[in-house]
């Protein structure tokens, strides 16, 4: 799994991470999804997208900072996401969180993790190629504990060549 500025990311992974969080136990979460579309030149890719809508109902413990419930409605923009599999049916890799209308919703443009944690007063200004949040992204790494922005390399698929993780620039030769 890869995002604007995670991965990449396996699934066990980036539940760590949500549940050091504490996303799951604050907000009560609605996704809507559709726009279901096979790419016409990748018969083996399906892009969809996500419209978030959460109620932070509890405080949340974000790995230790508690942050009161705001029991108000966040409305993140809507996402387009993406999914390719191989000709067997196994999925391989999955693309999150790409904004469509940053304009859209309460979250300053925010989506999905990032729009939630915004909410809840966690104001991340991050993107692709953001040196300081990159450099926070790498001691969280270091560190461990309960979540991180992308998985160890042993556990990064062998076909994966790009060496971009969390919020580093793409690679030149991506």
């Known amino acids: 799994l890869r995002g604007p500025v995670i991965g990449p990311i396996n699934r066990a992974d980036l539940d760590l991470s949500q549940n050091g969080l504490g996303i799951r136990d604050a907000f009560d979460t609605k996704i ?24 932070m109902e509890k405080d949340m413990d974000a790995y230790g900072q508690v942050y009161p419930a705001t029991k108000q409605q966040a409305e993140m923009p ?10 067997e049916g ?26 939630l944690l915004h909410h809840a007063g ?3 200004s ?5 040196g300081v949040f990159s450099f926070v992204q790498r001691l969280g790494h ?13 556990d990064v ?18």
């Open 32 to 55: 809507e999804t559709f726009g279901y579309t096979v790419d016409p030149e990748n018969p083996y890719r399906c892009f969809y997208f996500q419209r978030w809508r959460a109620v």
């Open 78 to 87: 809507v996402s387009v996401f993406s999914v390719v599999w191989t000709p």
């Open 90 to 115: 196994k999925i391989i890799y999955e693309q999150v969180g790409a904004v469509v209308d940053r304009f859209e919703g309460n979250t300053q443009g925010k989506a999905a993790v990032f729009g």
């Open 122 to 124: 966690i104001k991340i």
């Open 126 to 130: 991050a993107s692709p190629g953001d």
């Open 142 to 154: 270091v560190l461990g504990g309960r979540g991180r922005s992308w998985s160890r390399q042993v």
């Open 157 to 174: 698929p062998k076909w994966w060549v790009s060496k971009s993780r969390g919020a580093d620039s793409t690679d030149e030769e991506w």
